[in-house]
């Protein structure tokens, strides 16, 4: 089974820190994704990664960056936090199937508070 | 720009109930299209796959139909159970060349014992 793994459930940091969220995939994916996922939003998309060292900007980039320096780990950095950053943040990897088909894993979950 | 609704937002059943959920889409030219199940505070579970040369896929007491050229798919839930109680969500892949999914907001089911 595809294991998706984000380094911290729940979080708590102050206005202005600089935050690490980090996400692990054991499946050898190509694509990973670092969404948000806020009440009446829905998901929405931050950053994805295609290759390592690759990354291409999501539907909401502002305030966020990204590393991936190794195929399995995919990291999404707040340079500086702020209150609106509060949220559930997830993420995600896929590679394509045999049928050519993209089916995509999800991590648990980081519950990030701002204060 | 692709858009994906599902109605209703929230749905409730009593148990042993039949039951389907309905996801539509603007744009017919999907690649795939996954339902996933979330509980509260949790990750999305991937729960069905269907490819778009498919019409349907089936897993358990789940399964989810397509119909690319209307825009639409359903997942039925036969035999609904209190730990059936999730919301469910449908995500379309637009195709080749793009890695991104669009998400509709979820239908969330509770399914009274």
């Known amino acids: 089974d595809v294991k998706v793994t984000q380094s911290s459930r729940y979080l708590v940091k102050r206005t202005g820190e600089k935050v690490f969220l980090e996400c692990v995939q054991d499946m050898d994916h190509e694509n990973m994704f670092w969404y948000r996922q806020d009440p009446g939003l829905g998901l929405r998309l931050i950053y994805f990664?295609?290759?390592?060292?690759?990354?291409e900007k999501g539907d909401i980039p502002e305030g966020y960056s990204v590393s991936r320096e190794k195929k399995e780990r995919f990291s999404l950095i707040l340079e500086s936090a702020s209150t609106n950053q509060t949220s559930m943040y997830l993420c995600a990897s896929s590679s394509p199937t045999s049928g050519g088909a993209y089916e995509q894993y999800f991590g648990p979950g980081t519950r990030l508070t701002v204060t | 720009k692709q858009e994906v609704t599902q109605i209703p937002a929230a749905l409730s059943v009593p148990e042993g109930e039949n039951l389907v959920l309905n996801c539509s889409f603007t744009?017919?030219?999907?690649?795939?299209l996954q339902w996933f199940r979330q509980d509260p505070g949790k990750g999305l579970t991937s729960l069905l796959l269907?490819?778009?040369?498919?019409r349907e896929q089936t897993s358990g007491r789940l399964n989810a139909s397509l119909d690319k050229s209307s825009g639409r798919s359903t997942l039925y839930i036969a035999a609904s159970q209190p730990g059936d109680s999730a919301t469910y969500l449908c995500?379309?892949?637009?195709?080749?060349?793009?890695?991104?999914?669009?998400f509709g907001k979820g239908t969330k089911l509770s399914v009274i014992p």
């Open positions: 744009d017919s030219a999907i690649y795939n």
């Open positions: 995500a379309v892949h637009p195709g080749a060349g793009s890695y991104q999914l669009t």
């Open positions: 269907i490819q778009s040369s498919q």
């Open positions: 990664s295609y290759d390592v060292k690759m990354k």
